[in-house]
């Protein structure tokens, strides 16, 4: 995927990472941190209605995965949209850590690949990290700026006692 061969049929969603520079073992998408800070941040899923207008914020994904998958199965179709606001916090899908490990990573991949998309179409981006047990710390800064400014969510991972133990 990284030498650029693409084709009609790009189920991976190769075009979001072409030209990108890569980060450690598992080869994340290297993200640039925006120096830029929100004051005030909407859902992607309240930004993406058709009634929302307050452009004077940031687009985060802080809310269950089913609301913004949309975003990875069609990117172009929110772009303009996207471009409006002031900034976005890279996607936040989930990792669980009843889920196998190789989903956990390809959910950090894909936030990553949306991340480097969005910023070379012209949009600043603060990353997201993800973590849950000991098994994620290998890789959920892969692809992230070191000492620069990062965004994590608590969106469900502090429900239960042992979830917030991990968080």
């Known amino acids: 995927m990284k030498d650029g061969q693409f084709n009609n049929y790009d189920v991976f969603h190769a075009f979001l990472v072409q030209g990108a520079d890569y980060d450690g073992y598992f080869e994340m998408p290297k993200v640039k941190t925006s120096d830029k800070l929100p004051c005030k941040v909407v ?4 930004a993406m209605s058709k009634a929302f207008s307050d452009y004077d914020c940031w687009v985060v994904f802080y809310e269950h995965d089913k609301y913004f998958e949309r975003l990875w199965n069609n990117p172009k179709q929110y772009l303009n949209k996207l471009k409006k606001f002031k900034g976005v916090i890279s996607p936040d899908f989930s990792l669980y850590r009843n889920m196998p490990l190789p989903m956990q ?3 950090t991949y894909r936030g990553r690949a949306l991340a480097v998309w969005l910023q070379r179409s012209g949009i600043e981006v603060i ?3 993800r973590f849950n047990d000991e098994r994620t710390y290998e890789f959920c800064f892969n ?3 070191k000492n ?5 969510g608590t969106h469900g991972c502090i429900k239960s006692n042992i979830d917030r133990n991990f968080f």
Not at 148 to 152: N, R
């Open 43 to 46: 859902t992607f899923s309240k």
């Open 105 to 107: 990573i390809w959910n």
């Open 143 to 145: 692809g992230i700026e």
């Open 148 to 152: 620069k400014t990062v965004s994590v």
């Open 127 to 129: 990353p997201n990290v």
